[in-house]
């Protein structure tokens, strides 16, 4: 089964620097715009940039995502392995430098960034 399905929302077709608010945008069924203007007032009210960890952590969170671990500590566990053992439920995961939506077992990304380590990830709980 091929997990990953491209998808960029950004207006202008960009793939970079937005990770964050592409993975908000499909997590939450929000335009490209809309998504960034909420990070960045976010951003504003907590002095960070809106694509900061702590930001999109606090965004996530008020809109009724909970974070959990992800994968285990041998440094091989991948997005693609995330995506096996998630056949079901709606998630945004955090690497290092990147954040990626997984719907149903599938990412949703402008690359395919199935081979990245996830660091954690939020699951959507109040569906």
């Not at 202008?12 to 809309?34: F, N, Q, S, V, Y």
């Not at 995330?82 to 690497?95: K, N, Q």
């Amino acid at each position: 089964m091929e997990r990953y399905v491209y998808y960029n929302p950004n207006p202008e077709g960009h793939r970079e620097e937005d990770c964050a608010i592409r993975a908000i945008c499909k997590a939450l069924g929000m335009d490209w715009r809309t998504a960034y203007t909420y990070l960045t007032a976010y951003g504003f009210n907590m002095a960070h940039m809106p694509d900061r960890k702590q930001v999109c952590n606090a965004f996530l969170y008020n809109r009724g995502f909970r974070r959990r671990l992800a994968g285990d500590d041998s440094g091989e566990y991948t997005i693609k392995d995330f995506c096996v053992e998630h056949p079901t439920g709606l998630y945004i995961v955090v690497t290092s430098n990147h954040m990626v939506c997984i719907i149903d077992g599938c990412y949703y990304d402008s690359w395919d960034s199935g081979d990245e380590t996830p660091e954690y990830c939020w699951e959507r709980v109040d569906e």
